[in-house]
């Protein structure tokens, strides 16, 4: 197989949903050492099955990669305004990845309903495909990894808020502003190391406050993800249990056709009973008749 058809089925793979991943692995491996490929078995085995998560924006990124794209360059943007400290441009930009990210995560849910319209009747992990695509705002890696449709897990950006505030230039004695004609008086001196501390204070409070508050959606996140993956056994329970019930009923159908054609047995052979009794009858009288007609 040349590279261009193990990369197809590559993207074959990763585009189709997760539960024919498996199968779908084991029979290219197959094909691969039946054709006398051994490299491209190997990198095929090599693949790993993506979660649910992984696939929706797999999906996402294969089918409609210039959403990706877009998710890429704003990101960029964000990143070169972060260092440039603009902070109209970054809460414009910062409005935008909101929208752009809900936007994919609704395109990604589409996809997959178009790809298999059960699916619309299933909770798909969508909090999982919005935090994948937030991480790869934040992070140029996560990024590569959602563009090359190939992600495995879904990911969470690790790193403390949107973007770092900006920092503070402390004016000092020794540092006067640029517009200042005269050096400030020890009266003003003071108070500005006064403020100075107050807003190094302030500064500590809210860095302790901020990471109470990431500890906080930490836990609430982990607590999000269990319950969902119990919602999703749950719903797998019910349809076990609704699958069994339709056999049992395909079985109690069968099973009501089954006594109908025994009940019309029965009749008939009842039917053919009466009629042989009949006939007994019949044949009795006749020879009894006989009997008495016959000469002394």
């Known amino acids: 197989m040349t590279a261009d058809g193990t990369d197809e089925l590559i993207r074959r793979l990763y585009e189709s949903p997760p539960d024919g991943f498996v199968a779908g692995r084991t029979a290219a491996v197959a094909a691969a050492k039946q054709a006398g490929d051994p490299d491209t078995a190997k990198r095929l085995a090599a693949l790993r099955k993506p979660t649910v998560a992984a696939w929706l924006v797999n999906l996402l990124a294969l089918r409609r ?41 609704a395109a990604a849910q589409r996809l997959a309903v178009e790809e298999d319209p059960a699916l619309r009747r299933v909770k798909l992990p969508m909090a999982e495909v919005e935090s994948t695509l937030t991480a790869a705002m934040a992070e140029p ?51 500005q190391r006064a403020q100075e501390k107050e807003r190094a204070a302030r500064r500590r409070e809210l860095e302790r406050e901020l990471a109470t508050a990431h500890r906080a959606e ?32 395909r079985q109690r159908i069968l099973a009501q056709a089954e006594v109908s054609r025994r009940k019309l047995d029965r009749r008939t052979a009842e039917r053919d009973a009466s009629a042989a009794r009949r006939h007994v009858g019949d044949v009795e009288a006749a020879i009894e008749d006989l009997d008495a007609g016959e000469p002394s």
């Open 65 to 105: 990669p210039e959403l990706i794209d877009d998710l890429v360059e704003l990101s960029t943007a964000l990143r070169e305004a972060q260092r440039g400290l603009r902070g109209d441009q970054l809460r414009e930009l910062s409005t935008q990845r909101r929208q752009v990210v809900s936007a994919l995560v």
């Open 141 to 191: 890696e996560v990024a590569e990894q959602v563009r090359s449709g190939r992600l495995v897990k879904a990911t969470t950006y690790a790193g403390f808020g949107e973007v770092p505030r900006p920092r503070l230039r402390l004016v000092t004695s020794a540092e006067p502003a640029a517009d200042a004609e005269v050096p400030a008086s020890p009266a003003e001196s003071r108070r």
């Open 218 to 249: 930490e836990k609430t996140r982990k607590a999000l993800e269990r319950a969902e993956s119990a919602e999703r056994d749950a719903g797998h329970s019910i349809d076990e249990i609704e699958e069994r019930l339709a056999e049992l009923e």
